[in-house]
Structure formats: structure tokens, C-alpha cells
């Protein structure tokens, strides 16, 4: 060991520490400062950036000893004496952050760079913090934060340049060519006005913690003498295990034990996915592999230690014996029945068939003028949440009770999985979900290596931990979205669409951790769209391959829009009409309403038609024309990408049913109201970013009739929280949100019943608002309807609170004591809200290089409970979109190497690539949820990946090409156009 002298924070450390102590470790470790934060080990994200002699340093690649006698500054020592500093306070204006993880490293770099550069332009902010990964936001309030501190005058010098001035809005027709990306700000269309705390943009209440680095991670939760453990995996995609040596392994001092697939055998039960699904292959997976493995990063093997140090020491002395195994790679070979059988317990690859037909078309196609044939292709992605997976457990033998410790999106259904398959009731499990740094589908199981974990605790009867590298999480955690579709659509001379059919593949990776047919039945159920569909036939085909397992990734129906919108495109390419007209013709108008899509859905309170012609309008069609036939005859390759999407959101139970999957769409709620009047409330979603405390808050206080500001908010734990559904989809504040609501007036309407009987008023009860005698609550008030306004009855909810609970006897006749409303709320089958998105891009023919230059989005999500937060998920959505379309990629080898298992390698796109995402509001609020939320968190997605994409094709036209293969990586796209000579546009 080695002593170390850190000045942090100006406070003097002296730390023992291996010469090998990164430096992120000995300031979490050593200094207890957790604000720093890991999230890729290769200094790529910059999420660990430190200040060292005030300059910034990643400290995931500095050791400790490098730090020794220098001065290092972190997140936490930003914050002054009177609270946060004026950039993080604008941060918090500017809803600059989601889910946190990333947002120290950034403050800091922002923090060295304004001190250098106080006077700095957007283009060289945007520069500063290109080193900064961030998978929530899409970075535009992130710049839009770091351009207000730099024009605040606490931050700014005297000596600013005069031409540098707030950044403004595109307005309609304009277009923003800044070639160093686009400006900070959004402008803000048909939003809805709002007097009451649904719809108030108000500031999220869960900032403070995530901006002064006093957040809690998995990875930052305190758990003295606990365990580590590092996962032995398979540097093979297929191949079967013959020994296992760990001797050397175990002989290392600090030790504790190695086990395998064949002690997880023994402690656990194995995960089958059977559901009663026609053609659907019932799977089994072990809880470790004990015969064979089946991707690289496969574990086989756990090493647990006292310190995570040694258990990656001691893992890389574990020898494993493999007998290779041709992989399955091929989604072909595995269709015709050429490739290695994945899972020998089946007798094929292909582990779910469907064939569906509604209408006649048969008929349809006989008829057409044309049939127009179409490809469309994704490539396999990853989630890459900032923060990887991880987990911590402790078994309390005493009271034989687990508590678990995670990042899950769903506490109470990850419980029952959890309980079930450690042979425990779930009285003995206890889930908690503190801060959560991203997911988007990721964390919604329980993953092998959690239920490793978990098991160990218990069978070594101590506290043991895991987190997951940067390499892990590439690798072995979960892929999504290597989906294709092969579409023949019969129509008219005009662009009328007559019939489709559709052929749908998907590969679901390794293992079956979802039913097989799970995303891709939704990207069947979503290809009518907004459009007039009636004749429709599909076929869907799901198999094994040795790759990373698949899952739900946020929107995993994302596939539906591109390959609508493009089969629009083509239509209006094959035809010679103008995409705009074709989709006009096609599309279901609100008079039209409620219409029965050919699968059987039904749509009610949408849009399309509206927020289409709205984002057209505001876009200004005609004028952008005529600049690419200007700019075309320059060189200038311009293009304009337009989606229109439908994007399911509740997910009901009944929605399940009909699905022929076991479970329930409900969500619950509990708000009580205590004797000192303080009001409490909790819901079961969990959050990842997405500001629930603060939505959750304001539908309390709007079904309550209390201040936003004046309502608690506990999420995450399942011993405090009702058994509900969790975060996933676009639920959170349809379902989430309304039962919450629907709570608070319950509560209310006992509330109302007790002022009624303190002041002497008769007359009936309402519901959730004012009763027939005016009685109803405001700001924590009773007050009462007179002469068109409202008056004060001198009673307050403290008073009424303290009669429920103290003066049982002077409560109306009948009524229990307390203040307490529990509800369980099952929204309907689905409900759906709607897009349009409109994507500028020019591309350079020689790079391959394609840059946004305008993006707007008209949405209609109803009644937004906080604008603010919307807009944040619709940037972020985009954003995660783009990245698929233009960069992210999972990639093998011939043998199943995975060739991105890195930052490095898989790229995300950062602030210098974002572009700057207009938003016109067109709300209609839905008549069948509670305050008429819809939902809209992964519309975004769907929208980005048909608008660039066609974008894209748009410019590109003079060179006869479209792109049907995804992602149009810039030295791809060269690849493509090099030696094609463009034609030019005529009038």
C-alpha cells in the first residue's frame, strides 16, 4: 500500500491505496465522494471528470498516486455555501438533465472551460462538452443550460464579444445553418395554458441531489464489509463447457469463493418462458450455463471477493475448458434450417411463427395499378444507460429476509421474479430502487447476474455487490431492434394504398429472456399507422442466434414507422407524386374517428391529420423545395425526411390478455394526508430520469387541491410503494400518473366530507372536486364557491387532518379514522398519442457525412402533466433515434466476436452531432384516462428513425440510391456514393 495526500474539495485526504487505485476509486472509496461517477473505464464518456489543478481530468484513467499533494475539485465542491452555483442552478431552469449519471462530469467540464472562457459562443460549448456522453437528454438543454451560465453575469466577463447574444428560436420557414450545430433553445407551439399543477412547466424537485453529487446510485449505496463480485464469461459464441479450474482462482488472498452454473443450480430455479402464444416455442434458460455457452460474454462463472480488485485479479486465473461449436449468426441459415441448432432442447432456430390476414388481399392486389416493393433493414443496438447494471444484497439470517438493492424499472414485478426463483415468498424479498441512471429497457428483468448475486448473499450470509463495466454492458447485457421487414403494398394511380403485406424477421439473440414474439408483435400490430388500412396480411418469424439476447428497448416497435413512412416514400418515388400528397390521401382524418385498425386496434383522440399539416406549416414545405433544387444545382445535397407515427402508450391489462401474455397493465397509488397535514404519496413506477417525483407531485396536488411543492414523493421501494406494473413504455403518466390522480380525489372527497361536517354544510359529495355545497380545496384551503369566485372558510387541510386523526369522534357518523387513499387503476387496453417529425439534413457526397440542420416535431400527447419534462423526453428520444440511424451499431465477426465492446466502438452521438429540436404542441386530451394524459415518451424514436432515414434518401435521390440498411455511418455512406454522378432536380 501506498499513502497518498489529496487536497479535495479543499479539504486535506490521507489515504492508503494500491500503487493500481484509479482515482475515481480512491474519491469514491477512499474520500466517500460519490458524485463521481464511472460509466465506461476508457475515459470515453467523461461521466468521471474531475477538476486537477483546475483543469479537467478523467479520473477513471488517472491513479491516485499521480493526485498526490494536487488540488482535485469534484461535483460536490462546486456548490457554494448558499447552495448550488449559477451553473448548475442553470441546469436546473433549463431541465438540463434526466437521469444525473453523466451531468457531474459535465458540470465540471463546463465549470473549467467558462473559467477560461467566460464569454464563450454555443459552438464552442458545444466543443467543450463533446467529450461528454449523455444517452437521456440529446444534449439540447444541456447547451441550451451552459449558453444561460455563460450569459449570466455572475459568470461572464465584462469583456464578452457584442455579436454574441442569446441564442433564438428557428422560426417557421427559417432554416438554421450554423455549421458548428444548432442553437439552445425550443420553441413552444399550441401549448395549452394552464392556472393548476397539471400542465405547469415547474423545475424538478429531484435536481438538487443530481446536480450537487449528493445522488444515490447502486454503485454509491454504503454497504460496510460487503462482498464483490466479478463474472467469469465466455470469450466464445458457441461453445460447450468441459471443466472448469478456479483452484488458482481461489488460492488468491481475499478470496471468498468461486461458483458456477452448477451452484446456481442448486440455489435457484431456472427461468422458463412458456406463455400459451400459438407458435410460440416454450424456452428454459439457467440461471448460469452449465453445459454450453452461447455468445461471447456469456457467464459462466462468479468470482466473489473483498474488494473488486481482487475478484478481477482472481477471474482472470479461472481456466475453463471449451469444445467450439460452428455459431448461428445467420438469419438465413436459421430460416431454411442450415444453421447450428442455438438451444438443443428445440428443434429449430425459428421459436415463434404467426401469419395474420384481415380483409381480402388477394383481391386488392389483383386490382392495383401497381404493387411497390420495399425492404427495410435495422441493425442490432444496445441501451447503453450511462450507469451499467448493477445490484447489491444483503441477506438478514435472522429475519431470513433479502433486501435487494438495484436499478429495475419495475420494483414489484422484478420481486415476484426475484422471490420465485430463490424458492422465497415474496414477504422475504424487498426491492430498492434509489437514483437510476437510465435503463430504456435494459433493467426490466431480473438479470442472471442479479440473481448470482442474490443467491450468494444468502448462501454466504453477507452483503454482496456487483457493477457492471463498460465492457459487460456491451457485450453481455441486453441488444435490441435486429429487425427486417420485406413489404408488398398494392395501390393506385394516384398513391391510394390498397392492401399491404408484410414480412417481419427478427433475431432474438442467445436466450429467451421475453417471450420470442414480445416486440415483434407490436411492430405488426403499429404498420397501419396513421393511414386507411384495411386489407393486410403479415407473416412474423422470431429465431436464435448466438448473439447478445434481445429485449425491449425504448420504443421497441421503433422498425413500425420507418417502414411505413418509407413505403410512403417509395410509393411517391415509384408514382412520381409528392410524398406530402400521398400521405395526405392515405390518412385518417378526426372525423373518421373512432377507427378499428385491421388488427383490431382502435384509435380514438388522435391527431395525425393536425399535427401533420401543423409541423408542414410551420416548416414551410414549399420554400424548403425550392432551396434543394437551388442548392442542388450548387453541389449542395439537401433532403427532407417527414414521419408521421401512432405510438402506443398504456398497455393495459386487457391489452395483455388479448396479447396471450400473463400479467397485468394496473398501476397503484396510495396518498395520505398526516396529522400535521404534511401530504404523502407514493405510486409503483420507478424512476430512471424521467422527473416521476416531480409529475407524480403535481397529479397529486391537482386531484388533492394542495401545492405541487407541498406533496412527498416515495418511489422504488417495495415496502412502501402498492404493487404496481413499473416504469416502461409510455406509462408512466397515463398509468402512473392517473392513479395517482385518481387517488388524490378520492382522498379529497374525504377531505370534503369532514369540512362539510365541521362547518355545519350539508348537501351531496362530489367526486375528486367541488361538492354540491362549493365546498373544494385550493393551496391546502377549504374555501367555497361564491358569486362566481371562491371565499375562504377559515378551515385549513391541517385543521381537517387533525380532526381525522385526533378527534375520531367529531368525524361525520360511519367514517374511519385516518387520511389515506389507496387505488388500483387499469387503464385502457391502449391508448395512443401522435407525431409528425420533419428532418432537414445535408449530406456530403465525399465524407458520407450527414448533418441535421432543422428538426421539428408537432406532437400531441394530451394533457401534459409537465411540459418541461415532455419536451426533454421528446429531445432525448429523438436523439436515441438518430444515434440508431446515423452511428450506433452491435457488430460481429464470422465467429461471433462482438467488434464493438467499447465507447470507442459502439458510438453514441454527442453535443457536437445534436441537433436542436423544435416542438409544437397540438394537445387533445383523451376522453378515456384519467386528466386525459396519453403518454409520449418513445414517439420520439419511432419518429427520428423514419425522418432521417428519409431525410437522408431525400438528399441523396440525384445519385439513385436508398438506403434500406441501417445505420448510414458517414464511411458507409461514402463507400455507397462514391463514383455515382448526380443527377439534378427539375421544376
Known amino acids: 500500500m501506498t499513502g497518498v495526500g489529496i487536497n479535495v474539495n479543499g479539504r486535506k485526504y490521507g489515504l492508503e491505496v494500491e500503487p493500481r487505485t484509479l482515482l475515481s476509486d480512491a474519491l469514491r472509496d477512499g474520500c466517500g465522494l460519490t458524485g463521481t461517477h464511472v460509466g465506461c473505464e476508457h475515459g470515453v464518456c467523461g461521466a468521471c471528470t474531475v477538476l486537477i489543478e483546475g483543469r479537467p481530468v478523467r479520473s477513471c484513467l488517472m491513479l491516485a498516486v499521480q493526485a498526490d499533494g494536487q488540488d482535485v475539485t469534484t461535483v460536490e465542491g462546486l456548490a457554494g455555501p448558499d447552495g448550488l452555483n449559477p451553473l448548475q442552478e442553470a441546469f436546473r431552469a433549463e431541465h438540463g438533465l434526466q437521469c444525473g449519471f453523466c451531468t457531474p462530469g459535465i458540470l465540471v467540464t463546463l465549470t473549467a472551460h467558462l473559467a477560461d472562457h467566460p464569454d464563450a459562443t454555443e459552438a464552442e460549448l458545444r466543443h467543450a462538452v463533446s467529450g461528454n456522453l449523455c444517452r437521456c437528454t440529446g444534449y439540447q438543454n444541456v447547451i441550451a443550460a451552459a449558453v444561460r451560465a455563460a450569459r449570466s453575469a455572475s459568470v461572464r466577463s465584462a469583456s464578452a464579444r457584442p455579436d454574441e447574444t442569446e441564442p433564438t428560436a428557428t422560426g417557421p420557414g427559417e432554416t438554421n445553418t450554423a455549421p458548428t450545430g ?103 434458460t439457467e440461471s448460469l450455463p452449465t453445459a454450453k455457452v452461447r455468445f461471447v460474454g456469456d457467464p459462466v462463472a462468479v468470482v466473489v471477493a473483498d474488494s473488486r480488485y481482487t475478484a478481477e485479479d482472481a477471474a482472470a486465473l479461472v481456466r475453463v475448458e471449451y469444445q467450439l461449436l460452428q455459431p448461428a449468426l445467420d438469419l438465413a441459415a436459421s430460416l431454411e434450417g442450415r444453421a447450428p441448432l442455438v438451444d438443443e432442447t428445440v428443434d429449430s432456430n425459428v421459436v415463434f411463427r404467426e401469419h395474420f390476414s384481415a380483409g381480402d388481399a388477394a383481391t386488392a392486389f389483383a386490382g392495383a395499378h401497381r404493387v411497390v416493393r420495399t425492404r427495410f433493414s435495422h441493425q442490432r443496438m444496445t441501451h447503453a444507460p450511462m450507469e451499467t447494471r448493477g445490484c447489491a444484497a444483503v441477506w438478514d439470517a435472522g429475519r431470513a429476509e433479502l433486501t435487494m438493492y438495484t436499478g429495475t424499472q419495475v420494483p414489484h414485478p422484478y420481486r415476484t421474479q426475484l422471490a420465485a426463483r430463490l424458492r422465497l415468498a415474496e414477504h422475504q424479498v424487498r426491492v430498492i430502487v434509489q437514483d437510476v441512471g437510465g435503463s430504456f429497457g435494459q433493467k426490466l428483468i431480473v438479470h442472471r447476474e442479479e440473481l448470482a448475486v442474490a443467491a450468494l448473499a444468502r448462501h454466504l450470509d453477507r452483503p454482496v455487490r456487483w457493477r457492471e463495466d463498460r465492457v459487460e454492458n456491451l457485450t453481455a447485457a441486453l441488444s435490441a431492434r435486429e429487425d427486417s421487414a420485406e413489404v408488398e403494398t398494392a395501390v393506385t394511380a394516384d398513391g391510394r394504398i390498397l392492401a399491404m403485406r408484410a414480412h417481419l424477421t427478427s433475431d432474438f439473440g442467445a436466450y429467451a429472456l421475453f417471450p420470442a414474439n414480445y416486440m415483434l408483435r407490436v411492430v405488426a400490430m403499429m404498420l397501419p399507422n396513421a393511414y386507411r388500412l384495411a386489407d ?37 418515388r415509384d408514382l412520381g407524386l409528392d410524398p406530402v400528397e400521398v400521405r395526405e390521401r392515405n390518412m385518417l382524418r378526426e372525423s373518421e374517428l373512432p377507427h378499428v385498425t385491421a388488427v383490431g386496434e382502435t384509435y380514438e383522440d388522435i391527431t395525425p391529420y393536425r399535427t401533420y399539416r401543423t409541423a408542414l406549416d410551420a416548416y414551410g414545405y414549399a420554400e424548403f423545395r425550392r432551396r434543394q433544387r437551388a442548392d442542388r444545382k450548387a453541389g449542395i445535397y439537401r433532403g427532407l425526411g417527414i414521419a408521421c407515427l401512432v405510438e402506443p402508450t398504456t398497455y393495459g391489462s386487457a391489452f395483455y390478455r388479448a396479447a396471450g401474455i400473463p400479467g397485468s397493465g394496473h398501476e397503484s397509488a396510495w396518498v395520505r394526508i398526516d396529522p400535521s397535514g404534511a401530504v404523502v404519496a407514493s405510486v409503483g413506477i420507478a424512476p430512471a430520469g424521467q422527473g416521476h417525483e416531480t409529475t407524480i407531485a403535481q397529479a397529486v396536488a391537482a386531484g388533492l387541491g394542495v401545492r405541487p411543492e407541498d406533496v412527498a414523493v416515495r418511489l422504488g421501494d417495495t415496502e412502501v410503494a402498492p404493487y404496481g406494473m413499473g416504469t416502461r413504455g409510455a406509462r408512466s403518466g397515463t398509468a402512473g400518473g392517473g392513479a395517482a390522480l385518481l387517488a388524490a380525489q378520492r382522498l379529497k372527497d374525504k377531505v370534503l366530507a369532514i369540512a362539510r361536517e365541521q362547518l355545519g354544510i350539508s348537501g351531496a359529495l362530489g367526486s375528486g372536486a367541488a361538492d354540491e355545497s362549493g365546498l373544494d380545496v385550493r393551496d391546502g384551503e377549504i374555501v367555497r364557491a361564491k358569486d362566481g369566485g371562491v371565499v375562504g372558510t377559515g378551515v385549513a387541510l391541517v385543521d381537517i387532518a387533525r380532526t381525522a386523526y385526533l378527534d375520531p369522534l367529531s368525524l361525520p357518523p360511519g367514517m374511519e379514522p385516518g387520511l389515506v387513499a389507496h387505488l388500483a387503476y387499469d387503464p385502457p387496453p391502449m391508448t395512443y398519442s401522435n407525431a409528425a417529425h420533419l428532418c432537414e439534413v445535408v449530406v456530403d457526397p465525399v465524407t458520407g457525412q450527414v448533418r441535421i440542420e432543422r428538426y421539428l416535431v408537432a406532437e400531441d400527447a394530451g394533457t401534459m402533466i409537465n411540459p418541461k419534462v415532455v419536451e426533454g423526453q421528446i429531445h432525448g428520444a429523438v436523439m436515441l433515434g438518430t444515434g440508431g440511424v446515423l452511428y450506433e451499431g452491435v457488430s460481429y465477426d464470422a465467429e461471433g466476436n462482438n467488434l464493438t465492446p467499447t465507447f470507442r466502438d459502439y458510438v453514441l452521438p454527442s453535443a457536437q452531432e445534436a441537433p436542436r429540436i423544435e416542438v409544437l404542441h397540438c394537445g387533445t386530451p383523451s376522453s378515456r384516462t384519467p386528466g386525459g394524459m396519453k403518454g409520449m415518451s418513445e414517439g420520439g424514436v419511432m419518429g427520428s428513425i423514419a425522418a432521417v432515414t428519409a431525410a437522408v434518401n431525400d438528399a441523396i435521390a440525384p445519385f439513385g440510391l436508398v438506403m434500406e440498411d441501417l445505420p448510414i455511418t458517414a464511411p458507409r455512406l461514402s463507400d455507397l456514393l462514391a463514383g455515382r454522378t448526380a443527377a439534378l432536380l427539375t421544376e
Request: charged share 15%; aromatic share 4%.
Open 182 to 284: 444548432p442553437a439552445a433553445t425550443v420553441p413552444v407551439g399550441t401549448e395549452p395554458a394552464t392556472s393548476g399543477p397539471l400542465g405547469a412547466a415547474i423545475t424538478r424537485r429531484e435536481d438538487h441531489r443530481l446536480l450537487s453529487g449528493t445522488a444515490t446510485f447502486v454503485d454509491d449505496i454504503a454497504l460496510p464489509g460487503a462482498l464483490h463480485t466479478h463474472f467469469v464469461r465466455s470469450p466464445h459464441a458457441h461453445a460447450s463447457i468441459v471443466t472448469i479450474d478456479a483452484s488458482a482462482a481461489r488460492g488468491i488472498q481475499g478470496v471468498v469463493g468461486v461458483f458456477t452454473g452448477a451452484d446456481l443450480a442448486a440455489w435457484t430455479v431456472p427461468l422458463r418462458i412458456a406463455p400459451p402464444i400459438d407458435g410460440l416455442v416454450p424456452l428454459e
Open 536 to 572: 393486410y396480411e403479415y407473416d412474423m418469424t422470431v429465431v436464435l442466434s448466438n448473439k447478445i439476447p434481445a429485449s425491449p428497448m425504448r420504443a421497441p416497435m421503433a422498425i413500425c414507422t420507418w417502414v411505413t413512412e418509407g413505403t410512403i416514400d417509395a410509393i411517391a
